[in-house]
Antibody, heavy 124, light 107 residues
Framework: QVQLVESGGGVVQPGRSLRLSCAAS????????IHWVRQAPGKGLEWVAV????????YHADSVKGRFTISRDNSKNILYLQMNSLRAEDTAVYYC?????????????????WGQGALVTVSS | DIQMTQSPSSLSASVGDRVTITCRAS??????LAWYQQKPGKLPKLLIY???TLHVGVPSRFSGSGSGTDFILTITSLQPEDVATYYC?????????FGQGTRLEIK
């Protein structure tokens, strides 16, 4: 079965960096785009970034553009989110989510499977 | 950016009731619309994609309809386990955006 397991969350001071990882199994990782979606405490869902199946295309939300970078290692079946210059408003549970369609260069699809999430708290 | 607006923001219904949740896009999005269910303290789960296609394993009491700018999620016979927040999401163009959510409770 499809499994997505996030790691790397924690408490970090404003302005510092953190890298999240998402380990995937149960499907052919290298054929699907993967997203990061976040949810601030008590709030709704916010899409953060996506990377295409081969890593050739990436999109980031305006709220994180220039600070966050999505990447992937298809040899290890792992997705990453490098988060720099963190702000208090970045505090959220970060989910990785699999795109619903394979082989999409744009990978701007729906999310058919989600990880359990990793909590990132930005606080001094 | 295309904005997604759900209504109502919350609702309360009885077991067995028919429930409808509406999602409106600020511009036409064809049928690039998905619905998710998030139970309290849990991760979101896909219910419907392409406006009306049921994801694998989703009970048949859930259905979706609409295209263009107006979409509806229907639960034909509400069950206690349907207590959750429901989100619509538009896709196929950046940025991907969600509705603000509809909180569903049992009376």
């Amino acid at each position: 079965q499809v499994q997505l397991v996030e790691s790397g969350g924690g408490v970090v001071q404003p302005g510092r960096s953190l890298r999240l990882s998402c380990a995937a199994s149960g499907f052919t990782f290298s054929t699907y785009g993967i997203h990061w979606v976040r949810q601030a405490p008590g709030k709704g869902l916010e899409w953060v970034a996506v990377i295409s199946y081969d890593g050739s295309n990436k999109y980031h939300a305006d709220s994180v553009k220039g600070r966050f970078t999505i990447s992937r290692d298809n040899s290890k079946n792992i997705l990453y989110l490098q988060m720099n210059s963190l702000r208090a408003e970045d505090t959220a549970v970060y989910y990785c989510a699999k795109d619903g369609l394979p082989w999409q260069q744009l990978a701007l699809g729906y999310f058919d499977y989600w990880g359990q999430g990793a909590l990132v708290t930005v606080s001094s | 950016d295309i904005q997604m607006t759900q209504s109502p923001s919350s609702l309360s219904a009885s077991v067995g009731d028919r429930v409808t949740i509406t999602c409106r896009a600020s511009q036409g999005i064809s049928s690039y619309l998905a619905w998710y269910q998030q139970k309290p303290g849990k991760l979101p789960k896909l219910l419907i994609y392409a406006a009306s296609t049921l994801h694998v394993g989703v009970p048949s009491r859930f259905s979706g309809s609409g295209s263009g700018t107006d979409f509806i999620l229907t639960i034909t016979s509400l069950q206690p386990e349907d207590v959750a927040t429901y989100y619509c999401q538009k896709y196929n163009s950046a940025p991907i955006t969600f509705g603000q959510g509809t909180r569903l409770e049992i009376k």
